[in-house]
């Protein structure tokens, strides 16, 4: 299996971006999703997951993103509204076993590691 993020690309501060994460060779309903993101310089980090346990949002995001999946076309998206300069950064999604806590997905970096599948990155820039 595998999937794909696409939909990055340049916005200023304040636009809206929506990301898509395609999967081929795995179905998207059995499995949790979660996105995470790498700025310069920065660690990656979770910012949105969703899976048998309550969506998750990292703080610096909530309010602003929204996750969403359309199992009938086994892709899940990211929805970026209000972007900030600090959003800035590669975007990954990722699937994992559906029975992990997206809150702990997304708060403990260690548990990555727990990710199935990969996306290939997507670069979000925000800048004016």
């Known amino acids: 299996g595998s999937a794909a993020g696409v939909g990055g690309g340049l916005v200023q501060p304040g636009g809206s971006l929506r990301l898509s994460c395609a999967a081929s060779?795995?179905?998207?309903?059995?499995?949790?999703i979660a996105w995470f993101r790498q700025g310069p310089g920065k660690e990656r980090e979770g910012v949105s997951c969703m899976s048998m346990t309550p969506t998750y949002y990292a703080d610096s995001v909530k309010g602003r993103f929204t996750i969403s999946r359309d199992n009938a076309k086994n892709t899940v998206y990211l929805q970026m509204n209000s972007l900030k300069i600090e959003d800035t950064a590669v975007y990954y999604c990722?699937?994992?076993?559906?029975?992990?806590?997206?809150?702990?997905?997304?708060?403990?970096?260690?548990?990555?590691?727990?990710?199935?599948?990969w996306g290939k990155g997507t670069l979000v820039t925000v800048s004016s």
């Open positions: 060779g795995l179905t998207l309903d059995d499995n949790g």
């Open positions: 990722a699937t994992f076993p559906s029975h992990y806590s997206c809150g702990s997905i997304i708060t403990r970096p260690s548990l990555q590691t727990l990710m199935l599948y």
